[in-house]
């Protein structure tokens, strides 16, 4: 089964801009999604089709995916960023969807 | 604006059957999106359980979370404009926050239930 590893946590300071990672087998050959998810709340689509918006969510949000390695960049980040992160891809070799384990965003 | 609503029964028992419907609202369910179930355990990250497709076809269309499908099944009722997931032999380990979730883009997931938390005890 396809696995996505995801850093367990990263910490930025306020107006810095916060990198999060999101590592598969050749992942830059599918499209990833990326997830904010507040305490409580259902999971926020941010980023879909690895580099697009959703219409609401800031410019300052937006992905890449290369290689082995997808990321969210979280740009002038604001104390409100601070959330949990997932990253998502459909496997297309099972038929099935999978997320990566996560990352809790600390804004300092 | 698509909304979504979970709902069935907060507890079940172990070894027990969960039954929950994910209510749609502001769109057809039959308008061709894939209409997913996703769980999260209490402190946990997210897990995708399974998806179907909305739109009638000639065979139902149905992908599972290859971990859970031997006790999974999800199904659509097109008149009430639901769909629904069924869980048999629960224990310990089922109990999460259950939502539903609309598929988008490349099976990205635009439109979220709140979610409904489900605890297996007796």
């Known amino acids: 089964s396809y696995v996505l590893t995801q850093p367990p946590s990263v910490s930025v300071a306020p107006g810095q801009t916060a990198t999060i990672t999101c590592g598969g087998t050749n992942i830059g050959g599918n499209s990833v999604h990326w997830y904010q998810q507040t305490p409580g709340q259902a999971p926020v689509l941010v980023v879909y089709?690895?580099?697009d918006r959703p219409s609401g969510i800031p410019e300052r949000f937006s992905g890449s995916n290369s290689g082995n390695t997808a990321a969210l960049s979280i740009s002038r980040v604001e104390a409100g960023d601070e959330a949990d992160y997932y990253c998502?891809?459909?496997?297309?070799?099972?038929?099935?969807?999978?997320f990566g384990g996560g990352t809790k965003l600390t804004v300092l | 604006q698509v909304q979504l609503q979970e709902s069935g029964p907060g507890l079940v028992k172990p070894s027990g059957t969960l039954s929950l419907t994910c209510a749609v609202s502001?769109?057809?369910?039959?308008?061709?999106?894939?209409w997913n179930w996703v769980r999260q355990p209490p402190g946990k990250g997210l897990e995708w359980i399974g998806e179907?497709?909305?739109?009638?076809?000639?065979?139902?269309?149905?992908h599972y979370n290859p971990s859970l499908r031997s006790r999974v099944t999800i199904s659509v009722d097109r008149s009430k404009n639901q769909f629904s997931l069924k869980v048999i032999s629960m224990t310990a380990a089922d109990t999460a926050v259950y939502y539903c979730a609309r598929g988008y883009s490349s099976s990205s997931l635009d439109y979220w239930g709140q979610g409904t938390l489900v605890t297996v005890s007796s």
């Open positions: 179907i497709y909305g739109e009638i076809d000639h065979s139902e269309r149905v």
């Open positions: 998502h891809v459909w496997d297309s070799s099972g038929d099935h969807s999978v």
């Open positions: 089709d690895n580099i």
């Open positions: 502001g769109g057809s369910i039959s308008r061709g999106n894939w």
